[in-house]
C-alpha cells in the first residue's frame, strides 16, 4: 500500500507533462522528469508482474533495450512526417515500421519469456497500457484543477472590478 501511495504522489506531481500524456513516448525535455517518469514506470511495472528481484534484474536491461527500439522506429516516421513526405511515402512507411515493430516485439518476446514466466509477460502489455491509461487521467486531473484555479481568479478579478466601478 506504501508503494501505491508514493507511486501516485510521483505520478501525481509529474502529471503536468500533457506532451507525455498525449505521446509517452514525448517525454519531458527536463532530465530530471524523464528520470522520474521512467522510475514511476519501472515501479508500477515491477509491482503490477510481481518481479522478483532475479526476475527484475534480468527483465529490464531487455525492456529498456527493446523500448528504445521501439522509440527508433517511431522516431523515423515522426522525422518522414516532418520533412513533408507525400502521403503514399508515409503510408508505405507506416506499413514497414509496423512490420519492424512486430518483429521486434516477437524477438523481444522470446528474449524476455527466458526471464520471466509467459503469464506475467502477457501482463505486461496490460500493465503498460494501465501506466499509461494512470499517467493521462492524472494529466487530465491536473489540467482540470488548472482551469478551475483559472477561472476562479478571473471571477475573483470580475468582482474586484465591479466593487471599484
Known amino acids: 500500500m506504501k508503494k501505491i501511495l508514493a507511486l501516485s504522489f510521483v ?27 521512467n522510475a514511476a514506470r519501472v515501479a508500477y511495472i515491477t509491482e503490477r508482474l510481481a518481479l522478483t528481484p532475479a526476475e527484475a534484474e534480468k527483465f529490464w536491461p531487455l525492456y529498456r533495450e527493446f523500448t528504445e527500439k521501439q522509440r527508433t522506429l517511431k522516431h523515423q516516421f515522426n522525422q518522414a512526417r516532418k520533412e513533408g513526405k507525400p502521403a503514399d511515402e508515409l503510408l508505405d512507411l507506416e506499413y514497414k515500421l509496423k512490420q519492424q515493430n512486430l518483429d521486434l516485439e516477437k524477438e523481444y518476446s522470446g528474449k524476455i519469456r527466458q526471464t520471466i ?9 496490460r500493465a503498460e497500457e494501465d501506466f499509461r491509461k494512470l499517467i493521462l487521467h492524472q494529466v487530465q486531473q491536473r489540467q482540470m484543477q488548472q482551469q478551475r484555479r483559472e477561472l476562479q481568479r478571473d471571477r475573483m478579478q470580475q468582482r474586484q472590478q465591479q466593487r471599484n466601478n
Do not use: H, V
Request: hydrophobic share 40%; no cysteine; charged share 30%.
Open 117 to 125: 514466466s509467459p503469464e506475467k509477460l502477457m501482463g505486461l502489455r
Open 11 to 37: 505520478l501525481f506531481s509529474l502529471a503536468g507533462y500533457s506532451s507525455f500524456a498525449q505521446d509517452e513516448e514525448a517525454l519531458p525535455p527536463d532530465p530530471a522528469a524523464r528520470e522520474k517518469i
